[in-house]
């Protein structure tokens, strides 16, 4: 296949509608017959192309919506976009359109700079893409630095490849993006749990409660959030999106310098020095949240620790985890850890820390029950999950039920999770309204944890509970009223941490065998 006109010489536009030539310049020129376009922004230009394959499920061009998505893209990060019209795969052989393809990226390659090259595809484009790379690696041609793959439609030829390691070598820069209600997410699971089998590392970003073509409607949230992460990535920056998720980090590097005193976090000390976390949104914190921060990390480190002391072969299970690294801090060298948090947030984890030797990550929402099977372990020789502002949302029904079926599965494990009682909980409703949760209000609380655990289930007792400010301290320079305020609080335990035991502990029964041997 030769193409029959070079790149900057204006071909038929006939394919394009009328509104992108309105807003981009447009470049077109055939190969075999089939057009190809170069489209870039009229302003703010970078010079850059990305190719992109879309979804042809509805025909040989890409639809006016999925255009919107891709032009938008465009304008948001400076950057051009290459679209081969690709002949469809049930009225050519596939050996046809990976040839034909094959020819669009070797064209796309001579006239690539020096920067990153970026192939973004999506629906069925995603399985020509893989195969186009795979053949692009074992001819010789330049290998894509950064695959995005947006709503992947997976079929029995993807999940039988016998190749996947050499994904391994043609690109270890994967991102997938697609919604918890495709019909495909079971499949796209399995996938991305065998590229990661074979040592790819994947940012996997898994929307709940989105359908497969979630990206094309531009109003979605989880679409213009979606956008915000492509962008990050596509630019090599994360005041975007990725610098909100990892403003935690920010907090907890702050609190360390403030109050090293009460909680140390030396790892996020180093990143913040090293790393700008942007925000746009202005948040302002006073000491006293700054406090109540430092001791709610303060008291799980010890829950975790302590634990460890009377388990040291244990087993411990972070849900919701988020970006904390709890299992650098408290590491004693022989517990096996679990962190659990959903596909995104794990996917942003990835760029702030690697996974120790002893732990595990899991991509999965808290809801997700199925995380039950993911934990090895016998809780015989103990078994603590921290649920930690897990429960906020959740309603009294809800956490009862969540906590036995924790029980069922896991007889004699230990739980520990944090409370407010109900004028708490009430106040920062009102006064502190999550405006990232519109449609959700705070509604768990406990008043009373004896009263609360024992109407949960006969066999769960409560091995302690206290005020989440116990034996915080305000600095010497602080107010009265702050002074007034902490001690007032820590009476009243306004904010509480629990730890609970579900069921018989068996742990002395095994700790007496090894003792007889």
Request: hydrophobic residues 35%; glycine residues 6%.
């Amino acid at each position: 296949m030769e193409s029959t006109n070079k790149k900057g010489k204006t071909g038929n536009k006939a394919d394009m509608p009328g509104w992108v030539s309105a807003m981009f310049f447009i470049d077109a020129f055939q190969i075999d017959k089939n057009e190809c376009f170069y489209i870039r922004p009229k302003e703010n230009f970078s010079e850059e192309y990305f190719f992109y394959i879309y979804d042809n499920r509805n025909g040989h061009r890409p639809s006016n919506r999925e255009l919107k998505f891709v032009l938008d893209i465009c304008k948001r990060t400076g950057k051009g976009a290459f679209i081969p019209l690709y002949p469809l795969v049930h009225e050519h052989t596939e050996d046809e359109v990976q040839e034909f393809m094959r020819e669009a990226y070797k064209s796309f390659c001579l006239s690539f700079g020096e920067g990153k090259l970026i192939m973004i595809s999506s629906g069925s484009g995603v399985k020509v893409a893989l195969k186009l790379m795979q053949g692009a690696w074992k001819e010789g041609l330049r290998f894509s630095d950064k695959i995005i793959m947006i709503a992947p439609v997976i079929d029995d030829e993807m999940l039988l490849n016998e190749d996947y390691d050499d994904f391994v070598d043609f690109c270890r820069d994967i991102t997938i993006c697609h919604g918890s209600e495709d019909e495909e997410r079971e499949l796209v699971r399995y996938f991305i749990n065998t590229l990661t089998e074979e040592g790819l590392e994947i940012k996997y970003f898994e929307y709940k409660d989105a359908p497969c073509d979630f990206y094309l409607s531009p109003r979605r949230r989880d679409t213009k959030h979606m956008k915000r992460i492509l962008m990050d990535i596509i630019l090599d920056v994360t005041k975007n999106a990725i610098s909100e998720h990892m403003y935690e980090i920010k907090r907890r590097g702050d609190i360390t310098k403030r109050y090293p005193e009460i909680f140390t976090d030396e790892r996020a000390v180093m990143f913040i020095s090293k790393n700008k976390i942007f925000t746009k949104r202005k948040r302002h914190f006073g000491r006293y949240q700054d406090l109540l921060l430092a001791a709610s990390y303060k008291k799980f480190d010890d829950a975790a620790r302590l634990f460890l002391k009377e388990y040291p072969n244990g087993t411990v299970v972070y849900l919701g985890c988020n970006l904390d690294t709890m299992y650098d801090r408290v590491d004693n060298g022989r517990v096996t850890w679990y962190n659990l948090d959903r596909a995104g947030r794990m996917a942003i984890r990835k760029m702030y820390t690697v996974a120790g030797e002893r732990e595990i990550n899991i991509e999965k929402t808290v809801d997700d029950l199925s995380w039950f099977d993911d934990i090895k372990t016998d809780t015989g020789f103990g078994l603590l999950i921290l649920c930690r502002n897990i429960f906020v949302y959740y309603s009294a029904k809800e956490v009862k039920e969540y906590i036995n079926k924790i029980y069922e599965k896991f007889p004699g494990a230990q739980v520990v999770f944090d409370a407010s009682n109900q004028i708490t909980m009430f106040n920062k409703d009102f006064y502190e309204p999550d405006k990232e949760l519109k449609i959700r209000t705070r509604k768990y609380f406990i008043n009373s944890p004896e009263r609360a655990v024992s109407a949960w289930n006969p066999a769960f007792t409560i091995v302690w509970s206290k005020s989440m400010l116990e034996g915080i301290k305000a600095p010497e320079d602080s107010r009265l009223s702050l002074r007034l305020r902490l001690w007032l609080e820590n009476i009243s335990k306004r904010y509480m941490i629990i730890k609970i035991k579900l069921g018989v502990e068996k742990y002395k029964q095994y700790h007496n065998i090894y003792k007889e041997r």
